[in-house]
Nanobody, 114 residues
Framework: QVQLVESGGGLVQPGGSLRLSCVAS????????MGWYRQAPGKERELVAR???????YYADSVKGRFTISRDNAKITLYLQMDKLKPEDTAVYYC????????WGQGTQVTVSS
């Protein structure tokens, strides 16, 4: 299994920015399509963005134009740059392969509030 450790969350005002990171434990990461997911209180976990090993990306409509997913295969790290944050972006954010495996990390909390 690939262990995944997310970081970079925090409290930010509406309109602000955060950059999330996800470090993988194994180099198999380099060939996987990876995704960022989020789960808000009382809601199901949803896919926010994904990126293939070759760099092709997909974004959910709710974040398109505001979030940017990227990866550094040399560092086996996945990133999510989040700009123009909204209160509805508040959630715990997770990284996982796409499609997702059962191997979830602890996630990182993002709270957007004034």
């Amino acid at each position: 299994q690939v262990q995944l450790v997310e970081s970079g969350g925090g409290l930010v005002q509406p309109g602000g920015s955060l950059r999330l990171s996800c470090v993988a434990s194994r180099t198999i990461f380099r060939i996987l399509t990876m995704g960022w997911y989020r789960q808000a209180p009382g809601k199901e976990r949803e896919l926010v963005a994904r990126i293939t090993s070759g760099g092709s990306t997909y974004y959910a409509d709710s974040v398109k134009g505001r979030f940017t997913i990227s990866r550094d295969n040399a560092k086996i790290t996945l990133y999510l740059q989040m700009d123009k944050l909204k209160p509805e972006d508040t959630a715990v954010y997770y990284c996982n392969s796409s499609p997702a495996s059962d191997n979830w990390g602890q996630g990182t909390q993002v709270t957007v509030s004034s």
